[in-house]
T-cell receptor
Framework: DQQVKQNSPSLSVQEGRISILNCDYTNSMFDYFLWYKKYPAEGPTFLISISSIKDKNEDGRFTVFLNKSAKHLSLHIVPSQPGDSAVYFCAAMTGNQFYFGTGTSLTVIP | ETGVTQTPRHLVMGMTNKKSLKCEQHLGHNAMYWYKQSAKKPLELMFVYNFKEQTENNSVPSRFSPECPNSSHLFLHLHTLQPEDSALYLC?????????????FGQGTRLTVV
């Protein structure tokens, strides 16, 4: 049973525009959410996180939004850059465990 | 070296072989994790160690045997694997398991079982 879902396997965005990556979860016990970025042949790299007590966290070009009532998480990247092209994983945490989505492959077109 | 280092990066093994994957973290963390990533599937947690004690075993077959001799090192011993065990195996560490903080990942070992 997949508790964290990323329903869009891929996304293409023009350079300079906004990229919006979405994530849905089912477990209301999740209390910490993270986004990771992964390049081919590398491990996932932590990008940004948000606690369940917040609804927004911003770090430079990256903003994560949390809608607890909808059990929905999103990552906004603005402006998008070609170097942002990678696979983005959403993760949620409860107890000792991180639960990951299947990833969304973002392509930023120059 | 900094961060989380995994060796080897690539491994091809036969079904009757015994091999080990190694993970080392230089971040002063106390929790270490093994994840499996198969194609088109989410990362699957296999094992969690917190202060060298195993705290999670997500119904992993006994042909995978973890070892955590200290907080900086984690091994995954492999024996009599099946072709469906071919995947990317990722090690991660975090400050303390159960604490709301990010995990840092190694680059992974790409395992192929033939």
């Amino acid at each position: 049973d997949q508790q964290v879902k990323q329903n869009s396997p891929s996304l293409s965005v023009q350079e300079g525009r906004i990229s919006i990556l979405n994530c849905d979860y089912t477990n209301s016990m999740f209390d910490y959410f993270l986004w990771y970025k992964k390049y081919p042949a590398e491990g996932p790299t932590f990008l940004i996180s948000i606690s369940s007590i917040k609804d927004k966290n911003e770090d430079g070009r990256f903003t994560v939004f949390l809608n607890k009532s909808a059990k929905h998480l999103s990552l906004h990247i603005v402006p998008s850059q070609p170097g942002d092209s990678a696979v983005y994983f959403c993760a949620a945490m409860t107890g000792n465990q991180f639960y990951f989505g299947t990833g969304t492959s973002l392509t930023v077109i120059p | 070296e900094t961060g989380v280092t995994q060796t080897p990066r690539h491994l091809v093994m036969g079904m009757t072989n015994k091999k080990s994957l190694k993970c080392e973290q230089h971040l002063g963390h106390n929790a270490m994790y093994w994840y499996k990533q198969s194609a088109k599937k989410p990362l699957e947690l296999m094992f969690v160690y917190n202060f060298k004690e195993q705290t999670e075993n997500n119904s992993v077959p006994s042909r995978f045997s973890p070892e955590c001799p200290n907080s900086s090192h984690l091994f995954l011993h492999l024996h009599t694997l099946q072709p469906e065990d071919s995947a990317l195996y990722l090690c991660a560490s975090s400050q303390v398991a159960g604490l709301n903080t990010e995990a840092f990942f190694g680059q992974g070992t790409r395992l192929t079982v033939v």
